[in-house]
């Protein structure tokens, strides 16, 4: 598994840390493949009970690695498969997944987390998803899972207006469980983990798959999403919006 991706189990709670500090972890192709083989390990286990998703002081995600990007507009591929492949793996994921934001949450930083049971985040998080700013379009489900997480106003104004929010935000918006202090996510998110898998395991399920309903639909729109995405790669809005980035970073 890449070193990029930490994976940690400590009793019945597996912690699957992105470790890309320097580039404030913003995931390859290579990440999605350990983040995939993480997740659904996890799901295969039968002491394992809960997923707690971490990332780096000041910066959770911050998106997909933009050189995956530039590459994407130039070929036909769209997104790569080991991406499809972990928004499959979130909408599929058997166990419970917590995650622990502290920091910039930026495209599926963001998006990620409206697959997750449990959000904890940092006062200074930061949360953002600029797809169309990039003549894209949201991605994990989002279009499906934002609006009924949020309400269409606030997804709107989210994923396609590319509002951001901040903790406070994110927290009024029904996005994350709970604030805390920068210093205190990881062990606020690992206290909710050991809560959740103390209950009664059958029970438990049965409960997440009711609130969560059948998979398939999330993993229709994803796949919707992917096509779309692919689409827009490829526009001359996508590329305009893209050299207009480049030419601000340099």
Not at 40 to 56: K, Y
Not at 175 to 186: K, Y
């Given at each position: ?8 189990d ?9 470790n ?6 913003a995931?390859t ?9 993480a ?14 998703i ?16 530039l ?11 080991p991406?499809?492949?972990?928004l ?21 930083g ?5 697959h997750?049971?449990?959000?904890v ?5 930061r ?8 003549g894209l ?8 899972l ?44 690992m206290?909710?983990a ?53 030419a601000?970073?340099?």
């Amino acid at each position: 598994m890449s070193d990029l991706v930490l994976v940690t189990d400590d009793g019945p709670v597996r912690t699957v840390r992105m470790n890309r500090p320097e580039k404030k972890n913003a995931l390859t192709v290579p990440m999605y493949a350990a983040l995939v083989d993480a997740l659904d390990g996890a799901g295969a286990s039968s002491t394992l009970r809960v997923v707690v998703i971490a990332g780096a002081p000041g910066a959770f995600c911050a998106g997909n690695d933009l050189q995956d990007f530039l590459t994407a507009t130039r070929s036909a591929e769209g997104l790569a498969p080991p991406l499809i492949g972990f928004l499959h793996a979130l909408a599929r994921a058997e166990k419970p997944l917590v995650a622990a934001v502290c920091g910039l949450a930026v495209g599926i930083g963001t998006t990620m987390l409206l697959h997750c049971d449990h959000v904890v985040a940092a006062s200074d998080a930061r949360f953002s998803t600029p797809f169309v700013h990039l003549g894209l379009v949201p991605e994990a489900a989002s279009s499906l899972l934002g609006p009924r997480r949020l309400g269409h106003a606030r997804a709107f104004s989210l994923l396609a207006m590319g509002r951001p929010l901040d903790a406070a935000g994110a927290l009024a918006a029904g996005l994350v469980n709970t604030v805390v202090a920068p210093d205190g996510v990881e062990a606020e998110a690992m206290q909710a983990a050991r809560e959740i898998a103390a209950l009664p395991a059958q029970a438990l399920a049965a409960t997440r798959r009711l609130l969560r309903g059948s998979p398939e639909g999330a993993i229709r729109r994803i796949d919707e999403e992917a096509a779309e995405f692919k689409r827009r790669l490829a526009s001359p809005e996508a590329r305009a919006a893209f050299e207009a980035f480049l030419a601000r970073k340099r």
